[in-house]
């Protein structure tokens, strides 16, 4: 007896149309992989630059450290005809001493080519308030944390920890200062002097940059610089910071003091935005799927790829 599916008749029509099925699916796929690619490889690519006349804003956000990609973005800045001015939008605790020093001598190279305005909104301390006077005036809330100008250097004395649980602690070094302080021992008075010596000269320089910046005797700046906060609204009354105020009142002087077009769109410059979106993990995910292929681990590769999948026939 001759069953359906043993019937030319009938096994040609199906068997065509299956591999046009097959021919769509594998157009699908291409296509699907050719979109994918284009747009993980816009995930990766520099922030857009704006043609037209843009207020670029620089966000300086947690804790600062050294940060070439930062250094590299705000010597473009200097050099885009289209920024007109720079807004550095600050919310911070502070950060390392090199960061902060990093970040004021870019900021400062910035200023001599074109306006930078620095607006505080909840944190503005230490090595955060390094940055702000690095720009030419400084805006802040009323009532956000600022100030705290100094340096210190932390240690834990963990030695009853380790006796206790059991572990000793030992090193053999170069020199009686190496790698100290010690993790399992209080700090030494030798150890202690060399420690302040080290805060202290950082701690002078602080001191001599805010009286330079805010054109205060450095008298009064010692005064201030005993590692204090204050609120916004003290550190205008204490000559600290210039205004109260935000973004809007930021743009507004830069209008009135250097003649820069209020309107101009604030386009945002630094840190680049995050590429990876919900259309790009759909894609990929669905290219996966499709072929069997993981695309992530893919593009991750430099040049030309052997790559091995188990067929789906």
């Given at each position: 007896m001759t069953q359906l599916g043993d019937d030319p008749v009938h096994a040609i029509p199906a068997t065509r149309a299956l591999k046009r099925s097959r021919g769509r699916w594998r157009l699908f796929a291409f296509l699907l992989i050719a979109l994918a690619v284009i747009l993980a490889y816009a995930r990766f690519t520099a922030v857009w630059t704006p043609r037209a006349d843009t207020l670029a804003r620089v966000e300086i956000g947690?804790?600062?450290?050294?940060?070439?990609?930062?250094?590299?973005?705000?010597?473009?800045?200097?050099?885009?005809?289209?920024?007109?001015?720079?807004?550095?939008?600050?919310?911070?605790?502070?950060?390392?001493?090199?960061?902060?020093?990093?970040?004021?001598?870019?900021?400062?190279?910035?200023?001599?080519?074109?306006?930078?305005?620095?607006?505080?909104?909840?944190?503005?301390?230490?090595?955060?308030?390094?940055t702000a006077i690095g720009t030419d005036r400084i805006f802040t809330r009323r009532l956000s944390i600022v100030g705290s100008i100094g340096v210190f250097y932390g240690h834990v004395d963990a030695g009853g920890l380790l006796e206790n649980i059991g572990i000793d602690y030992d090193k053999v070094a170069s020199g009686p200062l190496k790698a100290e302080p010690d993790i399992d021992e209080p700090i030494t008075p030798e150890i202690r002097e060399s420690l302040a010596a080290l805060v202290d000269n950082s701690y002078q320089w602080f001191v001599d940059i805010v009286a330079e910046r805010r054109e205060m005797p450095r008298a009064r700046v010692l005064a201030l610089a005993d590692g204090r906060i204050m609120t916004g609204a003290m550190a205008v009354d204490a000559g600290l910071m210039d205004a109260i105020g935000g973004e809007a009142e930021a743009i507004a002087w830069l209008e009135t003091e250097r003649g820069i077009d209020a309107d101009l769109p604030v386009v945002k410059a630094f840190p680049p935005p995050e590429r990876t979106n919900w259309l790009v993990e759909w894609l990929?995910?669905?290219?996966?799927?499709?072929?069997?292929?993981?695309?992530?681990?893919?593009?991750?590769?430099?040049?030309?790829?052997?790559?091995?999948?188990?067929?789906?026939?």
């Open positions: 947690g804790t600062i450290t050294t940060d070439h990609e930062r250094t590299r973005r705000l010597a473009e800045l200097a050099e885009d005809d289209a920024v007109q001015a720079v807004i550095v939008a600050i919310n911070s605790p502070g950060g390392t001493t090199a960061g902060g020093e990093e970040l004021y001598e870019s900021l400062r190279r910035l200023a001599e080519v074109k306006p930078v305005v620095a607006v505080i909104d909840e944190l503005g301390a230490s090595a955060a308030y390094m990929v995910s669905s290219a996966n799927s499709a072929l069997g292929v993981d695309l992530d681990r893919v593009m991750a590769l430099d040049g030309l790829a052997a790559l091995w999948h188990p067929s789906s026939r």
